[in-house]
């Protein structure tokens, strides 16, 4: 693909940096300016004339002296004048090859349309460029007719979707060609940071697309050569392969060629693909085959449809000029991340009548385990995306829920999307991923819940499972209104409330029997009771109105008595069966004295996360961990963990249960010991790794286990258990002081 010697005399290039936006100063980006110098620097090395390069930037302060000594007459990069050169300058220049770079933050708006940002941009109004309507301008009117032989764009933006509440504030980004096509030949080379839903990423305040593109241009043209852009492209994908397979990296660049280099186009451009093993050339060429069979005698137009409809989801043109052969589709597919389900899609979709049959599909199971189109992951990334972090715990609780603990990334949502689909398939049911985005959506309240269940039905549709789908919908809806009215072990629970208001350790009490919603008073003792008549009044109601190690028991105390050991008070004491209440019963105690209204947010955050959390999602406070100051800083750091456990000493333990109470912390595991013995790692194994759910009756199992071996580490362990949405019924005065 080598050219005729270039005249870089006759290139012309805008360049586009913004950083700082008129929003809060969380929106401005540092880095896009010195980006935008070195492209300079290396268009002005080749011998582009610097009256030739349009520089438009809005950049930070500390940027201004190096952008002002590179490009003294730079533009502003405002709306205005980014459509003042787009849609009228570029008409006059005399020039035969033009470059776009384009550097700053770029969002995905409604309707999946990517938008580069402009300065003008606050919190609540987002307004940008249309990304795709600038490669659309490139073969208008506003650009010379008979002049510019090719265009480069270049475009190191994010593409991500933007979080729910935010969403709805973007603008449809600008059209800034609104004219027809009139030169659809002219070659266009546009390359991008990275695919519809991720992030372009920056690095020691660069862009790390830009510093790769850049080293690899520079290697291309060495000596004054033309850079051939295919060995490029090939370069950066490469860096970008390397990066991958050393710290995981989920950003991967894109590229679209059209018609360039004498109207041929291109061999994809990628890391070279592996060759196929024995197994899977067999696979291949039963794909092959079965293809054939649906495309009929003869395949050319079919196959030209087929074509078609993968280059709606493909980032690139097929591997040849004309209709390609059944072989040459396939190999295509197999050459992008979910393009054999891709593939499999068009086909059913060109002969609905004849789907493509057993041995096809698992031959595509093995070629590449992916089960999502294009089409679909990409919009599911950006439904992701589109959540919070949060609320992307939240989805990953619905796997735990579902299918255990399992890895989940929920930082990244292009990683997320593909963790869960790599969930374990089960053939011929609903796929793990679209019962866990159920499952979700049930629990969950919005437009991104209801778009997400969506994506889930047209899903099940294309793999004949709505029928399916939509019985899982009707159970997870079930289970969630279930859910929101009922509490642990089938909503069953006793609760009771002590009061210290006597000499010694009497108390007054009272007690209440739930199951969901549904709650009874069952006894009102407002005389202070001594602690042995108080334990056989209680015995007495559990026996008639508890079921042994299902019915959770809640002790309401102050902060004072969380201590009381009250999962060892004795049942039918004296008998021969006697046992302790926390053997026969899951036992937590639950303390409302020191939340304030103004933080029940916190709790109400914390709690949700015990939903598909484990024990080992429980953060660790140390023994030195003891003030009011420095367990609220502990746990502020962990603000996405459910909860806390601790091994402190006695005369450390008000102070944590102060800070943590405060601080909206519901789920608590601590040693009654007085000098806890107990270290992070042996508390851990203690607790295991079930659903955290199931953490009352863990505890439940080793008290058992303790009371037939007295140096059993578990007979000693408490746990604060509390529910913000299970509060005890309204106060009743007690006649006793």
Known sequence: ?????????????????????????????????????????????????????????????????????????????????????FQDELRAIDADWLWVYWAGHGVQTQGGRWSLLYPETRDTDLQGADADSL???????????????????????????????????????DLLARTAQIRPERPVYWMRACQAGAVAKQRQGTGQFTSALLRQLRAAAAGGAEPDLDRVWQGVVEEFARARDADGGRQRPTVYVSDWNQDVRPVRLGPPAPPLDPEKLRFRET????????????????????????????????????????????????AHEHGIATLLHALDELT????????????????????????????????????????????????????????????????????LEELVPRPHQLPQLLSVVEHFAAFAEGAVATELRTWAQACAVRLGMKEVLLDHRARAADRAERAR??????????????????????????????????????????TPAAPEEMRRGIDALLAAHARATETVVEFFVPSTDLELDVHCWPLDAGKPQERSLGTDFPVVVRCAELRQPERRHLWERR??????????????????????????????????????????????????????????????VWDTGAEPSLDERQLRTLLGSEPLEHLPQRLRKLRLEGDADDGHPGRRLALLWDDPHRPLPEPLDLSAP
């Open 287 to 334: 794909l092959v085959l079965e293809a054939s069979g649906l495309l009929g005698p003869d395949p050319a137009g079919p196959a030209a449809r087929v074509a078609a409809r993968l280059r709606m989801e493909f980032t690139e043109a097929p591997p040849a000029r004309g209709t390609p052969s059944v072989e040459e589709l396939v190999d295509w597919a197999l």
């Open 607 to 668: 709690w949700s996360r015990v939903s598909g959390a484990t024990p080992g999602d429980l953060h660790w406070l140390p023994g030195h961990t003891h003030s009011f100051a420095q367990v609220r800083a502990a746990m502020e750091r962990q603000e996405t963990a459910p909860g806390a456990m601790t091994a402190s000493p006695a005369r450390t333990r008000s102070e944590i249960f102060t800070a943590c109470l405060f601080d909206g912390v519901p789920v608590l």
């Open 135 to 173: 490669i659309d301008l490139m073969r208008t009117e506003h650009l010379p007719w008979d002049g510019v032989d090719r265009v480069t764009v270049i475009i190191d933006a994010c593409r991500q979707a933007l979080p729910a509440g935010v969403h709805e504030l973007a603008d449809t980004p």
């Open 485 to 526: 009215t009922a509490g642990p072990a089938e909503g069953r629970s006793i609760q009771i409330r002590l009061h210290p208001s006597g000499p010694g350790q009497r108390r007054a009490y009272e007690v209440w029997s739930r199951r969901g919603a549904e709650v009874d008073a069952l006894a009102k003792v407002d």
């Open 1 to 85: 693909m080598t050219r005729a010697p270039h005249d870089w005399r006759r290139t012309h290039a805008v360049i586009v940096a913004v950083e700082r936006y008129n929003g809060s100063d969380d929106l401005n980006l540092d880095g896009p300016v010195h980006d935008a110098v070195e492209m300079r620097k290396w268009l002005t090395g080749r011998g582009v004339p610097a009256e030739n390069i349009q520089l438009l930037a809005s950049p930070l302060e500390h940027n201004r002296a190096a952008l002002e000594a590179a490009h003294p007459h730079y533009r502003p990069a405002e709306r205005a004048d980014v459509r003042r050169v």
């Open 352 to 419: 609905p009548d004849r789907r493509i049959g057993a041995r096809a599909r698992e031959a595509c199971r093995r070629l590449q385990p992916q089960w999502l189109t294009c089409a679909e992951h990409t919009e599911l990334v950006a439904l992701l995306a589109r959540l919070d972090e949060r609320g992307r715990e939240d989805v990953v609780a619905a796997a735990h829920q579902q299918f255990g603990p399992t890895a989940l990334p929920a930082h990244d949502p292009a990683a997320l999307a593909d963790a």
